[in-house]
């Protein structure tokens, strides 16, 4: 019998359903530009994760200075919102 079964069942946390187990917990890529967009290859970081069969991917820290930290995502303004629907 193969092991970690559930792992690749489906599964809820509250009302959000996932397609399975595997959740990727956040990690510091330090990716978005110096003024804190989401850049390119960040997306695609991001993409590869979850092409990778993931159930749940949560995203790295955000700040919400006025002046983030190099390669850190903003979200203090709404000019940053287009680039976190890729």
């Known amino acids: 019998m193969p ?3 559930k792992l690749f069942e489906p599964g ?3 009302t959000i359903k996932v397609k399975n187990r ?3 917990p956040p990690c510091g890529t330090h990716y978005s530009s110096l003024d804190g967009h989401i850049t390119d290859r960040q997306a ?3 993409g590869e ?3 990778g069969g993931a159930g749940l ?3 790295e820290g955000a ?3 006025k002046r983030g930290k190099f390669g850190r995502i903003l979200i203090n ?3 940053y919102i287009p680039g976190m629907k890729n």
């Open 22 to 24: 595997i959740i990727m």
């Open 57 to 59: 991917i949560v995203t």
């Open 49 to 51: 994760r979850a092409k």
């Open 12 to 14: 809820e946390i509250g």
């Open 63 to 65: 700040g919400c200075r």
């Open 3 to 5: 092991k970690f079964t």
């Open 44 to 46: 695609e970081y991001y």
């Open 77 to 79: 303004e709404d000019k």
